[in-house]
């Protein structure tokens, strides 16, 4: 993704509070994505990926992964 050192996660986390499972995770660089796709444009909703659940979403998974950064693309 975006040449960047990617790689699809299978590993689900659990620190005693939350559990996830992450999509890909740039360890290097200590960053995260939280990757959202749609089968039709007309079903996709680009005001979404701010929607106030993925935020807490996205700050669950930099818990589990130490992570400095998460972005939704």
């Not at 005693?16 to 039709?40: M, P, Q």
């Not at 979403?57 to 400095?68: I, V």
């Amino acid at each position: 993704m975006r040449g960047l050192g990617i790689e699809k996660n299978t590993e689900r986390r659990n620190n005693g509070f939350i559990t996830g499972e992450r999509d890909s995770f740039d360890a290097s660089r200590r960053r995260g994505h939280g990757l959202k796709s749609s089968w039709l444009i007309a079903t996709f909703a680009i005001a979404d990926c701010e929607d106030k659940l993925y935020e807490w979403q996205m700050r669950g998974y930099m818990a589990l992964w130490d992570a400095d950064e998460w972005e939704v693309n």
